[in-house]
Every structure is written in C-alpha cells, then in structure tokens.
C-alpha cells in the first residue's frame, strides 16, 4: 500500500515537474509587474521602426504596468531580447526570409523575440498582430483600444506570426477609418495617404471656372456644343496641361504614390470627331480615356495612376492596353447587392467587366459599395457578403479594394463592417464567422447573441422576400418586403432583449443604442408615406380630419438628439445633418393637408405614372402626405408631356382654391413643367378652363432639389370634376449640361382643393 502511494507521489511529482518545465519554456517578458525583457531597435531607426518599439513598449505597460526599456543595443540586464528591425544583433542571430510589401514575421527564436517587416509598415503590423493574437487586446472602432490588465505576460517558445497581404491597396471607408491607431492595427489605408490627386479628377486638372470661356475646346463637345462636362482628351493642349499640373503637383507632393487621372461623374463625354473616331475603335469612350491616361503616365514612368472604369468607361476597351503604371479602378455602382457580387443576377455586367479588364491588365483595383447611400443609417443587409465579394475579388487578380461605406458618418452598423471587412481585406482566408462572433462579443458583450439574432433576422428577411436591395434605395422603397411592419416588430424586440441584456453596462447599452437608430429613422422614413395608418405620423379625427400623431414632434426630436450624440453628422451622401433633419420634419408637418375636401378621393389617370416609384399608387395624390424632398418619396414620376388627371369632388360646394406641389431635382432629371391648368366640369365629359398658372423653367446653376408650390384659384365656382393638366416641352432646358441619354421627368404630389 505504501508502494503505491509512493508510485503515485512520484507520478504527480513528474507531472509537475513536466508542467513547471513546459511554462519555464516560455519567454517571461513581465512577471509581477516587473521587466524581464528589454527592446532593441537600429542605431539610427527608422520611423516605422522608432513607432513600432513605443507601440510595444505602451500596450505591455497598459497591460501590466511594467515598462520595457528601449536601447539601441542590449544592456545585459534582461534575460529575453525583442529586436525590433534590422539591429546589428538581429542580422548576427536570425537569418530571414525576405517579405513582400507590408508583410510581417514575428518569431520567438533561442529566449529572443524577433520582429521583420516587409517595406512600408509590415514591421508595425506585425506589432499589432502580437498585441491582438497573443496579448489579448482589441480595437473595435475609432475609440479606445480594449486592453487586458495582467501582471504577468509570456510568449510561447515556438512563436511564430507571419503573413503577406494579397492586396496592396485595403481600404474600408468607415468613421472608423479616421483613427490613425485603428488604420495601423488593422492594417488599412486611406486614399487620402496615399493619392497626389484622388477621384474624379479632370477638373482639378484643368478647371472650367479658369479655362472654359477663353478655350471651350478644352471641354467635351456635346449635344452639338461644347460643354463643360468632360474634357476633349483628343485636344493636344489638354494634354500638355495635364502634364504640367501633374509635374508641379508631385514637385509639392513627392511621397504620393498614387495620381488620379479621371472623369468627372457624369455622362457628358466628348464626342468631337477625334475622340470618336478613337473610341469608335475602341468599342466606347474608355479608349479615348486609357489613350490620354496612357500619354500622361509616359512622361512620369517612376510613378503611379489610376483612372476610373465607372459609369461610360466601364467597358474594357478592345485593343488599347493601360500602361505598366496605370491602375485601372473598377466599379460596381451598377450592380443590386440581394446576393453577392458573384451571384447576383444584376451584377452580371459587372463580372463580365472585371473579367475583361483582368484580361486587359494586371493592375486591378475595384471600387466596391457597401452602404446605401441615399439612407446611411437604414438597415441594408449585405453582411454576409463582405467575404465572398473579396474572395472574388482575389480570385480575379483585383489588387487593391476600396470598400466604400459611409465615411465619416455612422450608417447601419457601420463599426461592424469596418472591422469584418478589414480582417478580410488583410487576410481573404479568414473564418468571417469567427471575425464576426469575436466583434459582437467584444463590442456588445451580453446583448451580442442577441444582436446576432438581429442580422440573422435581416439576412433571413432579405431572402425570403426576395427584396431588390440597391445602394440608392431607402426605407419607404422596401417597406413591403424585408422592411415590412411585421419584420420590423422583429427586429425591434431582438433589439430590445439586447438592451435589456446590457443595461447595466453603459459602455455596450451606449452601442446597442446607436445601432437601434437605423430601426427608428426606418420608421420614421416610413412614416411619410403611410399617412393615416398605425405606422404613419398622423390621425384621423372623429370629425374626419386630419391630425399629426399626438407625441410624434417629441419623438422626431429624441431621434435627432439621440443621433447627433452616437456621431450622425449626415443621413446620406448629400448630406443633410441632423439639425436639417428635423427642418425636414417640421416643414412636412406644416405642409400636410389638414382639411382638403377630397382626402381620400381616388382620382382617375389619362397619363400612367411611372411604376418604378409607385409611391401610394393612386392615392398619393390625396392621401394627406406631402412629398419631401427625395424624387423617391411620396412623388409620382411622369415621362409624357401631357400629364391629366382627373378628381371627382363633392358637388353643390363652392371651391376657393387649389393647391399642388412640384419638384425640381435635375440631378434626378425631374423638372417644372411650362404651365399647369385646371378644368372644370358639372358632368365629367364637357370641361372648361377655370385657371392656370406658368413655372418659371430655366434655374440654370441650380442643381439642389427643391419644391414648388402652386396655388390657384377657382373663385367660388361649382364643380362636380376638377381636371388637372400639367404642361411640358418633353425636352431638356438648354442650360442643363448634364448628358442628354434620358428624358426630363415631372414629379407632382398632394393635391388639395379648399
């Protein structure tokens, strides 16, 4: 008996001692709050190098309390030595194998740490990969990194990080991107640091405000002029100038490494008899595009440009080639995102673009959407397609991404994107569910499950509707489909089970909060359409009148307050802060029809409206609800030049007034029309003029949507029909010098009659 015990004393004394031995293996950097390691960098080290040993030097101390010494050379006092670049002890000690750009190697070798980095900032990447992989801290967005509190801090033996990125351009266009620290731990980059000239740059080039009236022939002939739409590429002294700007730009600039040589966003080409006869060739107007692009870049061959395939130079051309420094930047403006880019059946023009221009050159960049524009803050369920878009990406020889989100405003989980899409961009492979169960853990920390449940339920809504999503659409356009009421009472009770689950933890109930905005400016949205219904934002009187909801300016307010607090600076792409949000609000309140005598009355169409933007059908005219500011709300389109409509109104009442609204968008291509008259008749068949009135049609420089109310007046006559005509030439005013590929619309809304 005493035997066995003895055999099983040594046993566990073994086991202990295997155990003891394994950890004594491991490189102690702090034990108890106290160095045991000392950082060693170059002589003379570079920034990168300088940053990336005080990086290491603060998170150890944020994390334990110690602080690492930092010497040119080693002191002899620590037991383990970090080398941080290439120090004269780390090139007699390790041999490395070389890196690509931005690559990193992180390695324990014989007690040592070793830290090599590829050119730019590889070697600090690779600090960051050690604090995040081994270290335990996070940096989930623009504010403070999460950093663990320890007194102790080891290595295993065996350590060994290295990775080469696929991309050498990652960017994801998120608040968070503003944060200098998250870009360097998550490895990103910003167009702003690394382009001379950036975007649609061919006004920045050669100005219209400077050039245009002493040399139109600079600028794009057009609709039988010219205009200052685009440049004439074809023009000899619009390449010279494009050359000097370009010679003194890096002359200030010489670190930019990127210069942008592209159109401005519009349709307006220039369709001169030279760039015609060049892009007839060519198959399209990129042709004339890549050739000039092309000219430029010769002058400077130790530099970079880029130019933009969007929009009329989407098309690969067929024989012109961008030259060895020219990037050629993709875009999928034109694709719908229900499925990802590989799938989706509207994205088909895009895949075949890419893989033309991945046949016409090997320097690839893709300019992907990832927000909806029109409405940052609304849910837009593309989550699961970050991965699978990248991939794709990848697999088609694309080299750099810029993953355009919201900037610097918050949009539909906007944090979460930004952190899902740049652990992807650095690293294709990665697991995206244990990327996004690692977020919503850290960042919302007992309401996570439940926030998953969330976008589960969006995705799942998504699909099984069937919903078109487009990066231009908005609440109102979907609230038949993933935005419908009773999906919506979803979403808000997983919301609310997160937020019960987090209340005593201000830090995530704060970020639960902000991500509840999309559901309430969602319903806000929404409520401007649905007029005298449980979701809209007024009622119906005993009496039969209209009445705003009781609380609902509050409730506008709270919402305004509560976004300017999370970061909202902008609902869309346009703009609009949240102090013109509510503007908004109140000029819609004032402007509802409290007391129309023909609310509700269904009128009669001679002149279809557009499907495309169905509105209320054909009770917008009457429903109440007046149309904002968005062609897309409340409005119905028309395309003919004679739009009537007919209202059967109560007979035996005298009629004061009639009241109308027209927008003028000429971005969206919606105008005035010349004249509206009205009509009048007793038995629907014989009408007569009762009154009209002219729009002034020419705004030239405006380009801003606006409304215009028109008002005329019926002088107490009697009617049993009021017949509206709206009047218009069907062209487009001389002074638009947008593309002429599209004919002008007429927008009209609420039609009210005292």
């Known amino acids: 008996m005493i035997a066995f015990k003895t055999k099983i004393f040594i046993l566990h004394l073994t086991i202990l001692l295997l155990c003891l031995g394994c950890h004594a293996s491991d490189v102690q950097l702090v034990v108890d709050q106290k160095p045991m390691a000392e950082i060693v960098i170059p002589e003379k080290p570079s920034l990168t190098e300088k940053k990336a040993a005080l990086v290491l030097q603060d998170f150890v101390r944020r994390i334990t309390g110690a602080t690492l010494p930092i010497g040119a050379s080693p002191s002899g006092n620590m037991p383990h030595l970090i080398f941080i670049g290439r120090t004269a002890s780390f090139k007699d000690q390790r041999r490395m194998i070389p890196l690509k750009a931005e690559g990193y190697d992180v390695s324990v070798f014989k007690g040592n740490l070793y ?23 996070r940096k989930y967005d623009q504010g403070p990194a999460t950093v663990p509190q320890k007194p102790d801090l080891s290595l295993p033996n065996d350590l060994h990080l290295r990775h080469e990125p696929d991309f050498v351009y990652r960017e994801s266009f998120y608040p968070p991107s503003a944060d200098k620290e998250y870009l360097d731990w998550h490895h990103l980059q910003r167009f702003e640091d690394l382009w001379g000239l950036w975007g649609h740059s061919f006004f920045k080039i050669i100005p219209p405000e400077k050039y245009f009236q002493d040399h139109p022939e600079y600028f794009a002939w057009s609709n039988g002029r010219r205009q200052a739409t685009q440049l004439c590429l074809s023009n000899p002294d619009v390449q010279r100038l494009a050359i000097s700007y370009i010679k003194d730009q890096i002359a200030d600039n010489p670190d930019a490494l990127y210069w942008s040589i592209a159109p401005m966003d519009n349709e307006g080409y220039c369709r001169c008899e030279k760039c015609a006869g060049v892009d007839s060739v060519e198959g399209g107007p990129q042709g004339s595009l890549i050739r000039f692009v092309n000219a430029v870049a010769a002058k400077f061959p130790d530099r970079f440009f880029t130019t933009l395939a969007y929009g009329y130079s989407s098309k690969a051309p067929k024989s012109i080639r961008p030259a060895k420094n020219v990037y050629i930047i993709l875009s999928t403006i034109e694709a719908t995102r229900s499925r990802s880019l590989l799938y989706d059946p509207n994205a088909a023009s895009f895949r075949n673009q890419l893989v033309q221009w991945s046949k016409t050159t090997p320097n690839l960049f893709i300019w992907n959407y990832t927000t909806q524009f029109t409405s940052y803050l609304n849910p837009f369920p593309v989550y699961d397609h970050y991965q699978a878009d990248i991939q794709y990406f990848l697999e088609n020889g694309v080299k750099g991404v810029f993953e355009q989100g919201s900037g610097e405003t918050i949009s539909d989980l906007s944090s979460y994107a930004s952190y899902i899409q740049a652990k992807i961009l650095w690293d294709p492979s990665l697991k995206a ?42 609440p109102i356009a979907n609230r038949k489909d993933y935005l419908a009421p009773g999906w919506m009472e979803k979403y808000k009770n997983a919301l609310s089970k997160a937020q019960d689950a987090v209340n005593a933890n201000s830090k995530y109930a704060e970020r639960i909060r902000t991500l509840s905005l999309g559901l309430e400016y969602a319903e806000l949205e929404q409520a401007k359409s649905y007029g005298a219904h449980a979701s809209g934002y007024f009622t119906i009187s005993t009496d039969g009148h209209l009445q705003i909801r009781p609380g609902w300016e509050d409730r506008v307010q709270h919402f305004v307050k509560n976004a300017q607090k999370s970061g909202v600076t902008g609902f869309s792409e346009l703009g609009g802060a949240p102090v013109e949000y509510l503007k908004d609000w109140a000029d819609i309140l004032q402007r509802t029809s409290h007391n129309s005598l023909i609310f509700g009355v269904k009128p009669v169409f001679s002149t279809p409206y557009l499907p495309d933007y169905p509105a209320n059908g054909e009770m917008t005219l009457t429903d109440g609800v007046p149309g904002g500011r968005d062609y897309s709300y409340n409005w119905l389109l028309f395309l003919d ?37 009205i009509e009048g008749s007793i038995n629907g068949e014989i009408f007569t003029p009762v009154g009209k009135q002219q729009l002034a049609a020419s705004f030239p420089g405006k380009i801003m949507p606006e409304i215009y109310p028109v008002s005329i007046l019926l002088n107490g006559q009697q009617f049993s029909y009021l017949r509206i005509k709206v009047l218009s030439g069907g062209l487009l005013p001389e002074w638009f010098e947008g593309s002429r590929h599209r004919k002008p619309l007429v927008a009209l809304d609420e039609v009210s009659i005292k």
């Not at 209202?647 to 927008?663: C, D, G, Q």
């Open 115 to 137: 830290f090599n980095g590829g050119s730019g900032q590889g070697l600090l990447y690779g600090v960051y990969e050690l604090i995040e992989k081994q270290f335990g801290a």
């Open 433 to 474: 569910k244990d990327v996004e169960a690692d977020f919503l853990q850290g960042y919302f920390g007992p309401g996570s499950g439940s926030v998953k449940d969330y976008i589960g339920q969006l995705i799942t809504a998504r699909d099984e509707t069937s919903v078109r999503l487009d990066i231009y659409s908005n």
């Open 641 to 677: 030049n004679q739009v009537v409509i007919t209202f059967p109104v109560p007979h035996n009442i005298s009629y004061s007034e009639l009241r109308t609204n027209f927008l003028f968008d000429p971005r969206h291509y919606v105008f005035l029309p010349d004249e509206v008259v």
